[in-house]
Every structure is written in C-alpha cells, then in structure tokens.
C-alpha cells in the first residue's frame, strides 16, 4: 500500500518555464512534509519542507504548496533550470512506533531542455 | 560542517554472507536512519537510531540490523545475504525533536550474486 504517490514518472520543462511536480498521500497522519531532489549516484538532497499547518512555503525558485484536504502537495520551480534536471521525491513524515520516519514517493524525473 | 558520509561507495557480495556497511552522521545530529532503495523505487525505511537506541522499524525481517555509537556513527548490518538485498543503502541524519529535516549520505550500492 503505497501512502506517497507520485503519478508522473516523468517531466519534460522547457528552461525559463515553470515546473510542476506532484504528489498525493493517503494518511492523514502525515503532519510534515518534504521535497529531495537526486542525480545519479548521489544521495537524496533536500529542496524545501512544509509543516502541516501551512498551506505554502517559499525559498528562492522553489515553491511547495500543501492542500490537506485533498491530501495532495506540488512543488514549483520558477524558472527552470537545465541544472534542475534530476529525480525529485516527495516525503512525508509519519511516525514508525516513537521513529519519526520518512515515507517516499517513486519520484518523478525532471529533464529541463535548454 | 561536515555532511553525511558513508562507507564503501561499492560493494560485491555472494548470497548467504554477511555485510556491514557504515555511516557518519552530520555534526550535532544525534539520530541515524537508514534506508534501502531499489532500482526505480523510493527510498524505503529500516530503522532509526537515536542516541545508540533502536526507536522505530520499517518493514524488514530481523537480519537487517544495526548500531549507533556514542560519537553517532552507525552501522547497517545484513546477514544472510538474499538477491533482493541488492539496491543502494542510504543513511540519513537529524537533529531529531522538532526540526525533521533528515540528511543523506551518498549512499552505498550492494550488488548480491
């Protein structure tokens, strides 16, 4: 049962453009949220979070936006850059007995043509 | 600061033995959790380590295990080596309590034969 969804395995952006990446999750217990962004042969490396008790959070080019009700989270890059081509995962937090751990998405592939 | 590292990058194993594989956390994070990730897939959790103690598990059977030590470096340990235990191991780092945000490591890619 997957409880982090990511529907779009992948995305094409022409640079300049805006990105949309989407996620949608199952449990409601889910109460902090986060983008990761990867390159081949790299770790994970984190974008930007958003709490549960905001609807937006904002840093630089990056925009992840949180609708609760719909239990469904995006995040925006404005403008697309060929450098943000890679494998972007939504997560979220949830808690594993007293472990608040990381549940992921399959990811979405970004490929910004120039 | 230093980031997450982790140790080997690579490693070839044959199915049945034992491996471990070694992670070191971001200065001042006391929590280490670790993840498997297979090919075309998320990262799936393992379990988390806070202050040298086991305080949460995913959903792996019980030859995957590990250790934190004093200093907050941890160890994955996986016995009994299976096929499907080839993927990349990821460690990640936190402060832990109220700010979530976890650090990864590069990773350590596992191939079984």
């Known amino acids: 049962d997957q409880q982090v969804k990511q529907n779009s395995p992948s995305l094409s952006v022409q640079e300049g453009r805006i990105s949309i990446l989407n996620c949608d999750y199952t449990?409601?217990?889910?109460?902090?949220f986060l983008w990761y962004k990867k390159y081949p042969a790299e770790g994970p490396t984190f974008l930007i979070s958003?709490?549960?008790?905001?609807d937006k959070n904002e840093d630089g080019r990056f925009t992840v936006f949180l609708n609760k009700s719909a239990k469904h989270l995006s995040l925006h890059i404005v403008p697309s850059q060929p450098g943000d081509s890679a494998v972007y995962f939504c997560a979220a937090i949830g808690n594993s007995g007293s472990a608040r751990q990381l549940t992921f998405g399959s990811g979405t592939q970004l490929t910004v043509l120039p | 600061e230093t980031g997450v590292t982790q140790s080997p990058t690579h490693l070839i194993k044959t199915r049945g033995q034992q491996v471990t594989l070694r992670c070191s956390s971001q200065?001042?994070?006391?929590?280490v959790s670790w993840y498997q990730q297979a090919l075309g897939q998320g990262p799936q959790f393992i379990f988390q380590y806070y202050r040298e103690e086991e305080n949460g598990r995913g959903n792996f059977p019980p030859r995957f295990s590990g250790l934190q030590f004093p200093n907050y470096s941890s160890e994955l340990n996986v016995n009994a080596l299976e096929l499907d235990d080839s993927a990349l191991y990821l460690c990640a780092s936190s402060i832990g309590g109220v700010r979530e945000t976890q650090y990864f490591g590069p990773g350590t890619r596992l191939l079984v034969l």
């Open positions: 449990n409601s217990m889910f109460d902090y």
């Open positions: 958003i709490s549960s008790i905001k």
């Open positions: 200065s001042g994070h006391n929590t």
